[in-house]
């Protein structure tokens, strides 16, 4: 069963930066899809990167495109998500996720997740 467990959350102002961290307990660096998830309150879940680790290709929300850049260390079975200018609208529960096979967009698609980070950005 894989486990990941996401650190790095906080409170910030806007403006400001965080870099969440995942580490996944065990993947196959060729064959698997590393996503980051956001859920705001009272809205659904919604996609905010992702990563195919085989091709090294990269996907983004175009709400965060040019301030978040998802990462991966595979030494250390660790994807992150580097936020800098961090907007209020930024706010809400932070997941990572990872799927095998083909990588993904929609929440539906991934079967393995972490339990969460939040991050609030104040005005």
């Known amino acids: 069963q894989v486990q990941l467990v996401e650190s790095g959350g906080g409170s910030v102002q806007a403006g400001g930066s965080l870099r969440l961290s995942c580490v996944v307990s065990e993947y196959t660096a060729s064959s698997n899809c590393m996503g980051w998830f956001r859920q705001a309150p009272g809205k659904e879940r919604e996609v905010v990167a992702r990563l195919n680790i085989g091709g090294v290709t990269t996907y983004y929300a175009a709400s965060v495109e040019g301030r978040f850049t998802i990462s991966l260390d595979n030494a250390k079975n660790t994807v992150y998500l580097q936020m800098n200018s961090l907007k209020p609208e930024d706010t809400g529960m932070y997941y990572c996720?990872?799927?095998?096979?083909?990588?993904?967009?929609?929440?539906?698609?991934?079967?393995?997740w972490g339990q969460g980070t939040q991050v609030t950005v104040s005005s």
């Open positions: 996720a990872t799927k095998h096979l083909f990588c993904s967009t929609s929440v539906y698609d991934y079967p393995y």
